[in-house]
């Protein structure tokens, strides 16, 4: 049985998102979705926050004022990229540079650091700026990662994926969706090196063999990931009818604006890097001037509105678009609403409103082909 918030208190704090989704999830008309402005100001502010982030050897830690791991740092480093190409700035070019730099010098001497996330990155920087010596670095990388694995059947490696073992203190089920992210952020990877067939292969036989459950913590990233990495396996009959599953589970459990319910501490909030993604696939699913289009919006103008005045995010924002009231067992002080930042919370929110932008200019990014 799903596990559901166990106090009645919750409804206080919900019943208006319940009826905004009842009464059909417009907008309302004095609080359009979303304007181009905001969204500018938005991006912005983030990429900025994203740059004072970053450590001066390129890096960045796991909170605002953490020691740097480069471990995490390809998803920023990922972001500011993609800014640097939408905004035509030097500054986030220049800061993903240094990032570059630094897996240069300590990634062939650390293992720790081939994960998905910094290859991605390595092959985007080196196309952009048409650096080889990159892509070389990133496919050397992965063929060391592929050799570690013992070069197994591709079906055998994603049966060997999800049996990995996991934290003592998550439960299964919520284990495996971290591991379906995870697995999605390894296809994403394996397509930018040119590993087509062996993420076509992985992906298939990893989201083929286990469902998101929505029970668990993680699960809106892991069935988000899914989405993403399924996207353009059409060749395969199964893996068009597992993408539609996959966004069947985001249409069912929206709570308000394209946003799924999530089992986060408190009920009327979100967890921000799993809505992020959320709302970033759906762009690419929504039918321009469809519903779910503008629910999509809406979601989005939420997600803006919950910056934080430095031009982070916090870990949750709420639903609500506003403090709780006192009395309402979901009421969290506002100092509290900005609490749990990281550098790739921000991150994913930042490619999240690149993407929108392309979006508003009628540069929806279709699904590949």
């Known amino acids: 049985m799903r596990a559901r918030p166990r106090e009645l208190g919750w409804l206080a704090g919900l019943a208006g998102l319940l009826l905004a989704v009842a009464l059909g999830t417009e907008p309302p008309a004095d609080r359009p979705a979303l304007h181009q402005g905001q969204l500018e100001d938005a991006l912005r502010r983030g990429v900025d926050r994203l ?15 953490e020691p740097g791991q480069l471990s995490r740092s390809g998803r920023p480093a990922l972001a500011l990229l993609e800014a640097a190409v939408e905004l035509g700035e030097p500054a986030p070019l220049a800061a993903a540079g240094r990032t570059a730099e630094a897996l240069h010098r300590e990634l062939p001497t650390n293992p720790g650091l081939v994960v998905s996330e910094n290859l991605r990155f390595l092959v985007e920087h080196g196309r952009l700026l048409d650096r080889p010596e990159d892509g070389r670095l990133a496919a ?28 003592a203190d998550l439960e299964l089920p919520g284990w495996r969706n971290y591991l379906l992210w995870r697995a999605g952020e390894r296809v994403l990877a ?17 989201f083929g063999s286990w469902s998101p459950k929505r029970s668990a913590p993680y699960w809106v990233l892991g069935t988000a990931s899914g989405l993403e990495a399924l996207d353009g396996l059409a060749d395969a009959d199964d893996s068009e009818t597992l993408r539609r599953h996959h966004d069947r589970l985001l249409v069912e459990e929206e709570l308000i604006a394209a946003i799924p319910w999530m089992d986060t501490p408190h009920d009327a909030h979100a967890a921000t890097q799993q809505a992020a993604l959320a709302l970033r696939v759906q762009l690419r699913e929504a039918p321009l001037g469809s519903q779910r289009h503008a629910r999509v919006l809406e979601g989005l103008g939420r997600l803006i509105r919950a910056q934080a005045r ?14 709780l009231h006192h009395e309402s067992v979901n009421w969290v002080p506002d100092e509290m609403l900005g609490v749990g930042e990281t550098a790739e919370v921000d991150a994913e929110v930042v490619l999240t409103l690149i993407e929108a932008r392309r979006y508003l200019r009628g540069e929806k990014r279709p699904r590949r082909p």
């Open 310 to 323: 430095h031009g982070g995010w916090p870990a949750h924002f709420n639903l609500a678009d506003g403090p």
């Open 190 to 206: 394996a397509r930018a090196l040119g590993e087509d067939e062996h993420a076509a292969r992985f992906g298939r036989e990893v």
């Open 140 to 167: 050397s990388a992965w063929s060391s990662l592929r050799d570690a694995e013992g070069k197994a059947p591709d079906h055998v490696l994603a049966w060997r994926f999800l049996a990995r073992p996991g934290p």
């Open 51 to 65: 740059i004072r982030l970053q450590g001066p050897d390129g890096s960045w830690g796991g909170g605002a004022s």
